[in-house]
C-alpha cells in the first residue's frame, strides 16, 4: 500500500468515527428528551377542588342598593333602601319588588319597566351594604347564638364565628336547616380535602345545629 493511500484510508476511517460519534450522541439526546417529555406528560394532582362559588344573593329588607342607569345620571340612584315591605322606588319606577330578588333579577325586571320609557336600557344592580343577613348556630359550640354579617356565611366561617366546638362535640354530624331542608356538613371529611362542596353558603335564617 502506497504512503498516499494509507493516509486517505486512516483519515476516512476518522470521518466516519466522527459520524458515528455524533450519531450516538444525538440518539442518546433524543433519549432523555423523550424521557423528559413522558414524565411531564404524566398526570399532575389538581389538589383539592375549590369550595363553590358565592351563589346569587337574595336582596333582603333594609338592604342598602346602587343602581346605575347606563348613560342617564338623573335615573341612577346611589343609595337606595328596600323597605320594611321589600319594594323600592327610583325615578320612573314608582313601586318596585326587591326582597326576593337576586340583583341580576332585579336589573331584568328595572329594565322591563324603563323599557316603556328609554330605548334599551342597561342596569346594574349593586347590593352595597347587607343589614339583613342573619343565621344561627347552636349546640356543641363556644358561642351559638345568631350571627349577623354584612356578607354571606359558608358553613366553617360561621362555626369560627361560633368561637368552634366544644369538647365532646360530633364533628362529624353538623346539620344545616333551611326551612323544610336538611344539609349535613361534615367536619373532620372537610379538612382532609373531601366533599368540599359540603361548605355551603348559608341564606339569611339558616341554623347550624352541631351535636
Not at 41 to 65: C, E, F, R
Not at 128 to 146: E, K, L, R, T
Amino acid at each position: 500500500m502506497t504512503l498516499e493511500r494509507f493516509v486517505m484510508c486512516r483519515s476516512t476511517f476518522r470521518w466516519l468515527a466522527l459520524v458515528l460519534g455524533v450519531a450516538l450522541v444525538t440518539i442518546s439526546a433524543a433519549s432523555v428528551l423523550a424521557q423528559n417529555s413522558s414524565v411531564s406528560a404524566l398526570p399532575q394532582s389538581a389538589g383539592p377542588a375549590k369550595p363553590p362559588d358565592l351563589p346569587s344573593y337574595k336582596i333582603q329588607v333594609n338592604d342598602i342598593l346602587k343602581i346605575f342607569v347606563w348613560r342617564d345620571a338623573a335615573l341612577s340612584q346611589d343609595k337606595i333602601l328596600v323597605r320594611p315591605d321589600g319594594r323600592i322606588s327610583m325615578p320612573l319606577i314608582s313601586d318596585m319588588q326587591a326582597a326576593g330578588l337576586t340583583p341580576v333579577e332585579l336589573k331584568q325586571k328595572i329594565e322591563e319597566e324603563l323599557l316603556q320609557n328609554i330605548n334599551a336600557p342597561n342596569v346594574t344592580v349593586i347590593v352595597d351594604s347587607i343589614n339583613s343577613y342573619q343565621i344561627y348556630v347552636m349546640g356543641n359550640v363556644a358561642n351559638g347564638g345568631a350571627i349577623k354579617s354584612t356578607t354571606p356565611l359558608n358553613v366553617m366561617q360561621a362555626l369560627a364565628n361560633a368561637g368552634g366546638f366544644r369538647d365532646f362535640a360530633d364533628k362529624k354530624d353538623v346539620n344545616i336547616f333551611r326551612g323544610n331542608l336538611l344539609f349535613r356538613f361534615n367536619y373532620e371529611e372537610f379538612i382532609k380535602g373531601r366533599n368540599l362542596s359540603q361548605n355551603i353558603f348559608l341564606e339569611a335564617g339558616d341554623v347550624v345545629e352541631v351535636h
